[in-house]
């Protein structure tokens, strides 16, 4: 074929690829998946992926311009990869460039520019090294230091380090390495070099963890009975599912499964992904997987630096680089891998697989089955408390079914018990946020040298505060929203937009000197917990607490350590943590849990609950114990708690959503339509709406201002498309399109507002 045109993927919001001309000498290199940097529009620079090449211009472009410059000897991304951000964007609805955009870390992400080329690309981590030059005789050397003690040191460190006197080749020693193992300086090492006895030169380092050696590696624990058949059931299971639901509660050792799973299917040769919530990546499962995997593994998570995030790319791109294992968060989908084979999804539950802004909108389970299928992988879901749609598939034999249903060693589940504060209030005997009863066994517990969890799922010092005179209470002047008190900082503060003001003197609004606080975030829970029991020494973990990964590991570590003895904290404390000495844990408050206003928030309290109980009594011998305080004592879900009682929770949400008509029932799209002005935007709406209508009739709901109706000063609107699942997706998102087209052309005012999608919205 005579390559002479190539299309592109650029990074602009439009939902389309792009054709340029490719001249004589590129058209010979250039190949899919390349990066290229091409004019676009009046005096714009863009690069983009090359996804196709055609002997001919494809039809409907005209006026094709030249590329200007091909980046690539190899390719950057592979083809499965832009099959799969095809697949995302017409999925999602959005477009391609926003998918790539999310894919390719920003060091080897093409860039806009204005006039001229702007060239991005990997740059390799340099460090100076020191390498030995021997003479003859080493005594020769010693006398050109003899009147320097501190050479002599830097010299016989380095001697030692590089191995100069044992191998043929000496060994290059890192310089800050060498530096500190001998106490010198600089200074000290310039003379050395002056003397001609080494030199100082660049080389590339590596900025992914220093791999294990391999004597530190150990093998895998041998599996339990329980565990045993779990795994063949597994195993006889993928022979005739793709993807198969591991059921298994709390400390069961799901995560001794995955491993014995990964380590078979590594040995066929294949790569494995583990996908795990970003909150549960802690240390604890790194090194327990590292220990068996050594360096053959690589963690992916938010946190890495840009540089890093480019360099594990770039490793996995080599097919000879020996990377047999990823452990990532949910960006980890969009990584360059050449064959996978099992792609393990633990707490396949979590909400936060799914991403909210900005575009693409995806589930990272949901892709991982795409992902999967496309390398012929298998997909194992394991969760204690599995979502609806994945266990009602289960139910339905889409998916295979694994359970476990006793913990790991007979260890017993934590007995769950209810605590009124209804009836702690009555008999005024609430203290601050916490009832008598939980307040003793708190006591009790910590006295006796044992550890707790205290859950709470607000953070900040107090949600609001009020004037008791006038009724006045903080408000984000740019958000719908109350704004939550910060003792640490003394602002309140917009959970949604960052806005901050400090606590006004007065009331703003009848001069009231004495505003009040309402309510318990868990920086006020620290704060009176310090106050009324003198034993506990809280640590509070949160995003505001937990910005840096340094921090985060840090409070793991002094908790591990017994440091500090009770652990206090929203979600993040709920996953992943597996701490002997945990035997309490407090659930403050689950009337706001069940309370949110999402047809799933009895699903997410239960699992919540579930999931946060889970952290007690993981030790032989100690049986963990579980207090929810709660006003309504009586709610059939927080019964379902304190049974363990997944599958009864299961049976009557299932029930509800058949008649409620939501997932898995149905299939949601939301329309969003945010605008400066709350007239034109309530406006546009309601016309869209009417359009989806002439479509879609009563399957249309809304418009509606959601919830939180105002953000950034962006007024919100809101259409809900409710779909039988059984409906053809790729005719529904015809029609989508075909109705926005038309309303687009339509109407000047559909350009002055923003327009997006969010398919199968979570939360
Ligand atoms: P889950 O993932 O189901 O919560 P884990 O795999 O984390 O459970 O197991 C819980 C605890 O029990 C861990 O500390 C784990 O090391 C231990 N454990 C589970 N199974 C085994 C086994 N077969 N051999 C040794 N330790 C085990
Ligand atoms: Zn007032
Ligand atoms: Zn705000």
């Keep these: 074929m005579n390559t002479t045109f190539a299309s592109l993927i650029l990074p602009v919001p439009l939902a389309r690829t792009f054709s340029y001309r490719l001249p004589d000498d590129m058209a010979a290199r250039a190949s899919v998946g390349m990066r290229a940097s091409v004019p676009f529009g009046k005096n714009h620079t863009y690069t983009g992926i090359i996804v196709a090449l055609a002997d001919a211009i494809p039809e409907g472009d005209f006026e094709v311009k030249d590329v200007l410059e091909l980046l690539d000897e190899v390719p950057t991304v592979r083809p499965m990869q832009l099959e799969l951000w095809r697949w995302i964007a017409d999925y999602y609805m959005c477009a391609i460039g926003d998918v790539m955009k999310a894919a390719l870390p920003s060091e080897l992400k093409p860039e806009e520019g204005k006039q001229g080329i702007v060239r991005v690309d990997f740059r390799p981590k340099m460090k100076p090294f020191v390498r030995i030059i021997l003479k003859d005789e080493l005594a020769d050397a010693f006398d050109l230091l003899k009147r320097s003690q501190r050479q002599q040191m830097l010299f016989t460190t380095l001697l030692d380090r590089s191995h100069a006197l044992q191998q043929d080749v000496a060994d290059a020693v890192a310089q800050d390495e060498l530096l500190r193992a001998s106490g010198s300086t600089t200074d000290v090492l310039r003379e050395l070099v002056k003397k001609g006895l080494c030199e100082v030169f660049e080389q590339e380092v590596s900025r992914l963890d220093a791999p294990l050696a391999d004597d530190q590696l150990q093998p895998l624990n041998e599996l339990s009975e329980m565990q045993r058949v779990a795994y063949r059931d597994i195993c006889q299971s993928f022979r005739d599912h793709a993807v198969t639901l591991l059921h298994g509660v709390t400390s069961s050792g799901k995560t001794e499964i995955y491993m014995h799973l990964m380590h078979e299917v590594i040995g066929q040769g294949r790569q494995v992904l583990m996908m795990v919530p970003e909150i549960a990546l802690t240390t604890q499962l790194c090194q327990r997987l590292r220990r068996v995997f050594g360096s053959r593994m690589l963690v992916y998570h938010s946190k890495l630096s840009e540089p890093e995030r480019a360099e594990i790319w770039k490793t996995l791109l080599r097919d000879d680089a020996r990377i047999d294992l990823v452990l990532g968060v949910r960006s980890a989908i969009f990584l360059p891998f050449r064959q996978l084979g099992l792609i393990v999804v633990d707490e396949e539950h979590e909400p936060s697989y799914k991403q909210q802004d900005p575009a693409p909108r995806y589930h990272g389970r949901d892709v991982a089955l795409v992902l999967a299928n496309k390398h012929g992988a298998k997909v194992l879901l394991g969760s204690a408390t599995p979502s609806l749609e994945s266990w009602y598939l289960a139910q339905q034999g889409k998916y295979g079914l694994v359970q476990l249903k006793e913990r790991h060693a007979g260890i017993s589940m934590p007995s769950i018990q209810l605590v009124s504060m209804a009836d702690a209030r009555k008999q005024k005997g609430m203290n601050g946020p916490f009832t008598p009863r939980l307040l003793a066994t708190l006591g009790h517990a910590l006295r006796d040298g044992h550890q707790a969890i205290l859950f709470q799922n607000r953070r900040g010092y107090a949600p609001t505060a009020l004037c008791p005179s006038c009724g006045w209470s903080p408000h984000c002047p740019r958000c719908d929203v109350a704004l939550t008190y910060h003792k640490s900082t003394r602002n309140f503060v917009c959970h949604y937009c960052g806005y901050q003001t400090p606590w006004p003197q007065q009331c703003p609004s009848c001069g009231n000197p004495n505003i009040t606080l309402e309510g318990y975030g868990t920086e006020r829970i620290e704060d009176t917990l310090k106050q009324i029991l003198p034993v506990a020494r809280p640590i509070r973990m949160d995003t505001d607490t937990t ?26 404390v709920s996953k992943g943590l597996d701490f002997s000495e945990v035997q309490l844990v407090g659930v403050l408050n689950a009337d706001s849990l069940m309370n949110m206003p999402d047809f799933r928030a009895h699903e997410r309290a239960f699992q919540l609950m579930e999931q946060v109980s889970g952290r007690a009594g993981r030790r032989i011998g100690q049986e963990g114990e579980v207090l929810i305080q709660c006003s309504e004592t009586r709610h059939p879900l927080l019964h379902q708690v304190v049974r363990h009682d997944y599958e009864g929770m299961a049976d009557a949400q299932l029930a509800d959503r058949r008649k409620y008509g939501f997932p898995p029932y149905t299939r949601l799209i939301s329309v969003y339509i945010k605008g400066r002005y709350e007239d034109r935007t309530r406006r546009l709406a309601e016309q869209y709406a009417a359009a989806m209508r002439q479509s879609f009739g009563a399957r249309v709901l ?22 039988e699942r059984e409906a053809n997706p790729t005719l529904v998102r015809q029609y989508l399109n075909r109705i926005h087209d038309a309303m687009v052309a339509a109407n000047d005012e559909m350009m002055k507002v923003v327009f997006y999608y969010d398919v199968d919205p979570v939360g």
């Design 547 to 572: 910005a840096s990964r340094k921090s985060y590991e840090r409070m793991l570590a002094d908790f591990e350590a017994h440091k500090t003895n009770v652990l206090i904290g929203t979600q993040m």
């Design 702 to 723: 809304g418009p509606e201002a959601p919830g939180i109706s105002r953000v950034k000063n962006f007024y919100i609107q809101q259409i809900l498309l409710k779909m």
